[in-house]
């Protein structure tokens, strides 16, 4: 049974850092594309981040290029996303995703706040 389970969120100062985990179990996670989504109040869930299983490729959304780095430690069987310069939009629930054929998973989320 695919589980993930996210952890590291909390309230951060604009300009902040956060460092959140997901932890994976189930599945041969180091064969596996895996995701970072958030979803702001009001707003659709968004991707984030992609970490390819080979070679450890990425990608980022433009609004968080520069800002935020996917990670993942194959051993530990868990995904990271390191977040440096937090801004306020930057507000979110953040998920943990993988996708296998047809099914997507998905973490139970862990809130970001970041204010003054």
């Known amino acids: 049974q695919v589980q993930l389970v996210e952890s590291g969120g909390g309230l951060v100062q604009p300009g902040g850092s956060l460092r959140l985990s997901c932890a994976a179990s189930g599945f041969s996670f180091s064969n596996y594309v895996m995701n970072w989504y958030r979803q702001a109040p009001g707003k659709e869930r968004e991707l984030v981040a992609v970490i390819r299983s080979a070679g450890g490729s990425t990608n980022y959304a433009e609004s968080v290029k520069g800002r935020f780095t996917i990670s993942r430690d194959n051993a530990k069987n868990t995904l990271y996303l390191q977040m440096n310069n937090l801004k306020a939009e930057d507000t979110a629930v953040y998920f943990c995703?993988?996708?296998?054929?047809?099914?997507?998973?998905w973490g139970q989320g862990t809130q970001v706040t970041v204010s003054s």
């Open positions: 995703n993988t996708a296998q054929g047809r099914n997507h998973y």
